[in-house]
């Protein structure tokens, strides 16, 4: 997937959002740390060209991990929403779809700073093996992968250049 | 990070890691529901074998936050009063079960000692007048939040250095992060030795003054002899003391801070202690977060690290 087909899948999936919801009301972005911060945010310049602004927020999941015993010290990010997100439709924003473990991580944030009134995942990539009964709502491009491989999506915002590559883990 | 005993252990980037996780915990603090998982199934004791208030309620504040269980310790109610060493004591807390100590000794170097002897990491609460390292990060991150940086600040620490753990935390931290700091004390509440201390000194407040963006005022310890060295707490005052008069001389944006408990009236004025742009209620609820960012960098990674 190159810049092109990036900014495609976006336009794409700004459209099934609105489709789906009836419109931008009540709608609240949220991306997850990291890559999915620039991702909701380009969703809701999409969404803003076709409908009116959208709030975007971000949520860091760090403290929500259940593999915080076998990784090394994380580091704390920001979470900051704008809007109150109880009574609203959420959608949580992420590059990659894998385990589905940093989703439940981002579903008890959520939880703890409000209640929506639902909530819809939308990823760049899906790659499969998820580990928890999870599914997006919204796919940029599913891509089928082996667990050994390494799936990563850059960003101009965190990277300095758009595109998803597939490699074997070293 | 293995323990968090000393500021002078920790590098300006390491203080710069913690300070930006605190602010990440200032934010779930404000939360409607400030409570965290991550330190679920893991146990914080506080053992404070010398008086606190602020520091032990904001660990274990800190510890429930991030989803820890919390057990404390009490020398009154407890056998050391049948004489069970300090060593026995703080391996007995570890044998039940504590994932990390939290740890005031009136005796400089305990924490050190106690880190020593076990294998859980030990966070040093006060030892003695040696150090206080969550007390200099609270400050550090208070005037991190009201300046944006530390990077060239002009700050004075005013008072009782000679007996202040505060004093020697927060003047490592302080400078660590690029500020410019000033002891100000009479030669008498002066340690024996400073050299090696990035510091100046002066004898005058008055004389400091207008070049100030922080005034840090020490409290004047009666329990370890600070009122002695001087004839009268009127006199401490009237050279040291943060009076309106002396507040009205500060440059505009400068602030006053105090790591409590105040000895109003002496050290610091009421009008000064309760002006809303004093920093001293800011410092107590932003060392929650401090401490929330030091039990989670000690306990938030691999548990064999």
């Given amino acids: 997937m190159d810049g092109a087909d990036m900014a495609r899948a976006v336009r794409r999936i700004a459209h ?51 593999d915080l015993d076998r990784r090394p010290t994380t580091r704390v990010g920001a979470t900051r929403i704008p809007v109150s997100i109880t009574d609203r439709v959420v959608v949580l924003v992420d590059d990659v779809l894998y385990t589905g473990r940093s989703v ?67 | 990070m293995r323990h968090l005993l000393d500021i002078a252990d920790l590098s300006p980037a390491d203080l710069a890691g913690l300070l930006d996780d605190a602010d990440g915990f200032v934010e779930v603090l404000a939360r409607p529901i400030p409570k965290v998982p991550a330190l679920r199934g893991k146990t914080v004791t506080t053992a404070f074998f010398e008086a606190s208030t602020r520091t032990r309620l904001s660990f274990e504040r800190a510890a429930k936050t991030l989803s820890a269980d919390t057990m404390t310790f009490a020398p009154g109610t407890s056998s050391l009063s049948k ?15 504590s994932d990390l100590l939290v740890m005031r000794h009136q005796a400089v170097g305990a924490a050190e000692r106690a880190a020593e002897w076990l294998s859980i990491p030990v966070v040093n609460g006060g030892d003695g007048a040696h150090q206080h390292p969550t007390q200099a990060l609270l400050d550090a991150l208070a005037i991190r939040r009201r300046f944006g940086t530390l990077e060239g600040l002009q700050i004075a620490i005013v008072g009782d250095i ?35 201390w ?9 004389e400091v003054l207008p070049e100030l963006d922080v005034v840090y005022l020490l409290r004047v310890q009666t329990e370890r002899g600070g009122a002695s060295v001087f004839p009268s707490l009127a006199e401490y005052t009237t050279r040291f003391g943060m009076t309106r008069e002396r507040r009205s001389r500060l440059k505009r944006d400068a602030v006053v801070m105090h790591p409590g408990p105040m000895n109003r009236g002496v050290e610091i004025a009421d009008e000064v202690a309760d002006d809303p742009d004093a920093l001293v209620l800011e410092q107590v609820s932003l060392g929650v977060a401090v401490r929330m960012a030091v039990l989670f960098r000690l306990l938030g990674g691999e548990s064999d690290a």
């Avoid at chain 1, 949520?59 to 929500?64: C, F, P, S, T």
């Fill in chain 2, 198 to 206: 990035p510091v100046r000194v002066s004898s005058s407040l008055d």
């Fill in chain 1, 104 to 170: 439940r991580a981002a579903l008890d944030c959520l939880a703890d700073l409000g209640r929506p009134r639902r909530v819809e995942l939308a990823v760049l990539v899906d790659r499969g093996h998820r580990e928890l009964p999870i599914r997006a709502d919204y796919v940029g491009k599913n891509l089928p992968t082996a667990a050994a491989e390494r799936v990563s999506v850059r960003v101009v915002e965190v990277d300095g250049e758009d595109g998803v590559w597939v490699g074997v883990e070293q």
């Fill in chain 2, 83 to 97: 004489g069970e060493s300090l060593k026995d004591t703080v391996l007995t807390l570890q044998a039940m079960g």
């Fill in chain 1, 16 to 66: 099934e959002i609105l489709e789906r919801n009836r419109g931008a009301a009540d709608l609240v972005l949220v991306g997850i740390h990291t890559r999915g911060i620039p991702l909701a945010q380009r969703l809701a310049e999409a969404l803003a060209e076709a409908e009116g602004p959208v709030p975007v927020g971000e949520l860091d999941i760090a403290l929500y991990r259940d």
């Fill in chain 2, 162 to 196: 000679r007996h202040s753990r505060v004093a020697r935390s927060d003047l490592l931290a302080f400078s660590k992060l690029g500020a410019t700091v000033t002891l100000v004390a009479p030669r008498t509440l002066l340690p024996v030795t400073f050299a090696d």
